[in-house]
């Protein structure tokens, strides 16, 4: 059993920045890829970034490549979004997850642990 909590989002206005971060705790964090997705009402929830248990691999949307990063530190249990230039069509609910193993990180269906969700608004 993997517990994943979110922090970090807010309100902020178009260009500006944020970091969210994932806190995990249960079983070694380190055996599992790490993404962060997104989800707006009505809408089906969509990959935003994944990384690796090493760190050493990153995939990101096309959406966001080269605006958001994505780390972890497997010794705090935490994976981080770093966010820079954002748009209002970033608002959305972010939500944190963990799947065994690294294959198919931009896949929904691969995460089987998720955090709560934290609200990014990006107002313009």
């Known amino acids: 059993q993997v517990l994943l909590v979110e922090s970090g989002g807010g309100l902020v206005q178009a260009g500006g920045s944020l970091r969210l971060s994932c806190a995990a705790s249960g079983r070694t964090f380190s055996w599992y890829g790490m993404g962060w997705f997104r989800q707006n009402p009505g809408k089906d929830r969509e990959f935003v970034a994944a990384?690796?248990?090493?760190?050493?691999?990153?995939y990101y949307a096309d959406s966001v490549a080269g605006r958001f990063t994505i780390s972890r530190d497997n010794a705090k249990k935490t994976v981080y979004l770093q966010m820079n230039s954002l748009k209002p069509e970033d608002t959305a609910v972010y939500f944190c997850?963990?799947?065994?193993?690294?294959?198919?990180?931009?896949?929904?269906?691969?995460?089987?642990?998720w955090g709560q969700g934290t609200q990014v608004t990006v107002s313009s």
């Open positions: 997850a963990a799947a065994p193993g690294v294959s198919d990180l931009r896949l929904r269906t691969r995460y089987d642990y």
């Open positions: 990384v690796s248990g090493g760190g050493g691999s990153t």
